[in-house]
């Protein structure tokens, strides 16, 4: 069992940084891939970053070069730094951890807002 508690998020304008924390508590948090996704009202979840254990990363298209997903194994913590954000970023933003190997094993935090505004 894994528990997973988001922080970080909050209301910056835009070209503005923010970094998100999530802080995983239970067993093999290195094992996990690590996502975060981010969500609209009226919108489906939307896979923003991943981090596997070996630290292989990957972006969506969007975010490409804006956002950089991070973890360290020693404190049990993903982060997101987002750079440059836009409005369009405003979102609730999810962190999730997935077994590599079982893949109806998936955990979920409990989200953090993000919105960017002038």
């Known amino acids: 069992q894994v528990q997973l508690v988001e922080s970080g998020g909050g209301l910056v304008q835009p070209g503005g940084s923010l970094r998100l924390s999530c802080a995983a508590s239970g067993s093999a948090f290195s094992i996990y891939v690590m996502n975060w996704y981010r969500q609209v009202p009226g919108k489906q979840r939307e896979l923003v970053a991943t981090?596997?254990?070996?630290?292989?990363?990957n972006y969506a298209d969007s975010v490409k070069g804006r956002f950089t997903i991070a973890r360290d194994n020693a404190k049990n913590t993903v982060y997101l730094q987002m750079n440059s954000l836009k409005p369009e970023d405003t979102a609730v933003y999810y962190c999730?951890?997935?077994?590599?190997?079982?893949?109806?094993?998936?955990?979920w935090g409990q989200g953090t807002q993000v919105t960017v505004s002038s």
């Open positions: 999730n951890a997935h077994h590599p190997l079982v893949p109806t094993i998936s955990y």
């Open positions: 981090i596997t254990s070996g630290r292989s990363t």
